[in-house]
């Protein structure tokens, strides 16, 4: 073979090579762009902002998580607590001795910190079904724990579930459980309750609020007085426990509803102890504060796998405005004030 045939052979190799690089770059750029457009398409998809049936608000959160219905310790001991601000609902009932509880529904928000868990009742079951949630809890009254067996309703109960909760060292017990959403959804995921949930919501619009000023309003419970006193700045109620301000530890701030429904509901005493129960099903009175105004109407529901549905005194249904709901579910002897100016305390 010649000098000249070697050299072309191998300016013809070097061509080849370079032809077989370009196409490998161009190739490999294309699958590349195609490959990471796909995962990043996948990833905005997922993280689309829908919106929150309990909040009315357009929120990113995981669709497969049920709710979670925290009961929450409210004694002064267990005060401030954590998570509130981050629940999209929040319920506050009567248990024994004239205390208030907290029921506090997640959806649509992640909580690092949620408590202090306490345990449950039968109307906290009868609550959380409408929203088809687990119930987080931690222990509960013989009549509760009873239904919970029956399977009225998921439940991850702290005694059956232990690592889906922590113990703060520097609070005592029993007012040191908490829990926070991560730990709750692996919890479930394991417990088989994850997955597609029909979550039913509350109605939600922004119109405009026909009704009397109410600027405070202030619920009398047996052993504590709680106010919420509107701020225009924010339109929000903001929340008051026996005049000092509601605050969330976790938060650092005081707590404030776009909504807050008075609820008034048939109780019962049905033991030695004092436990209630409280009937949530058929209808009653109830009173919507929004916006500075108060609003007269009521609630009716069916059977107890029905959300609430609010009506104004004309029975036409009644839109809450997008953002946190505070529902407090009282008897008709507790003294309910609503006025127009604000009170100091």
């Known amino acids: 073979m010649s000098r000249r045939t070697i050299i072309i052979a191998i300016i013809a190799s070097i061509v080849i090579l370079a032809v077989a690089l370009v196409s490998f770059i161009v190739l490999g750029e294309r699958l590349f762009k195609q490959i990471v457009g796909t995962t990043t398409t996948t990833k905005v998809q997922a993280q689309a902002r829908t919106l929150c049936p309990l909040t009315g608000q357009r929120l990113t959160f ?50 690092r910190r949620i408590g202090p868990v306490r345990s449950a009742r039968t109307y906290f079951i009868d609550l959380a079904k409408q929203f088809n949630a687990v119930l987080i809890h931690a222990g509960g009254s013989p009549q ?49 309750f994850s997955g597609p949930s029909d979550t039913q919501g509350l109605a939600f619009g922004k119109v405009k609020i026909e ?5 405070t309003i202030t619920i009398s419970f047996p052993t504590t007085r709680v106010t919420y006193r509107y701020d225009p700045s924010t339109d929000t109620y903001f ?26 509901a048939e109780h019962r005493v049905i033991d030695r102890v004092g436990r209630l129960d409280i009937k949530l099903t058929g209808e009653g009175r109830a009173i919507f504060f929004i916006g500075g105004k108060r609003v007269g109407g009521r609630w009716v529901r069916q059977s107890g796998m029905q959300t609430f549905k609010y009506e104004d005194s004309m029975g036409n ?29």
């Open 62 to 111: 995981d669709k497969e998580r049920p709710p979670f219905a925290v009961c929450i310790d409210n004694v002064r001991q267990a005060r401030p607590q954590s998570g509130l601000n981050r629940a999209d609902i929040v319920y506050e009932v009567l248990a024994e001795a004239g205390i208030p509880r907290l029921l506090a529904i997640y959806k649509c928000k992640d909580a």
């Open 144 to 192: 509760a724990l009873r239904e919970i067996k029956q399977g009225k309703i998921r439940s991850l109960d702290q005694f059956r579930f232990p690592d889906a909760y922590f113990r703060d060292p520097t609070s005592r017990a029993p007012h040191n459980l908490f829990t926070n959403i991560s730990r709750l959804a692996k919890a479930a995921d394991d417990a088989g």
């Open 211 to 215: 009704g009397g000023n109410a600027q």
């Open 239 to 264: 929340r008051f426990m026996n005049g000092q301000p509601h605050v969330d530890a976790a938060a650092g701030r005081q707590l404030q509803a776009k909504n807050v429904i008075v609820q008034f």
């Open 317 to 345: 249904e009644f839109k809450l405005r997008p953002g946190q709901t505070w529902v407090e579910i009282v008897s008709e002897d507790i003294r309910i004030r609503s006025q127009s100016k604000q009170l100091l305390k």
